[in-house]
């Protein structure tokens, strides 16, 4: 089973830092991925941020240097530090698990119900 709770979400002016945290809970899978996507409106789902098992990191293009993502398997969260905000990173935000069922090699994706980052100018 698989669970992915957003937070953190809100409205700041542009220029502003915000942190979103995805807790999650993740049973009977081995994880491979975790990230976050985001979809503004009338726009496909497009990549933040996404960290793999072994704590690799890659960034979208148009969030690289001022977006960080994080793990913390302790507290089982999963953040994304995001800094020098724009009007264009407004959308929602998802929380992504790539899984794969033991002993199986496909990968199913699940994800957050999203929560919402608006950036005013």
Request: proline share 1%; glycine share 12%.
């Amino acid at each position: 089973q698989v669970q992915l709770v957003e937070s953190g979400g809100g409205l700041v002016q542009a220029g502003e830092s915000l942190r979103l945290s995805c807790v999650y809970s993740i049973s009977g899978f081995t994880t491979e991925a975790m990230g976050w996507y985001r979809q503004a409106p009338g726009k496909q789902r497009e990549l933040v941020a996404t960290i793999t098992s072994g704590g690799s990191s890659n960034y979208g293009d148009s969030v690289l240097g001022r977006f960080f993502i994080s793990k913390d398997n302790v507290k089982k969260t999963v953040n994304l530090q995001m800094h020098s905000l724009k009007a264009e990173d407004t959308a929602v935000y998802y929380c992504h698990a790539e899984v794969r069922r033991f002993g199986r090699t496909n990968l199913r994706d699940y994800w957050g119900q999203g929560t919402q980052v608006t950036v005013s100018e």
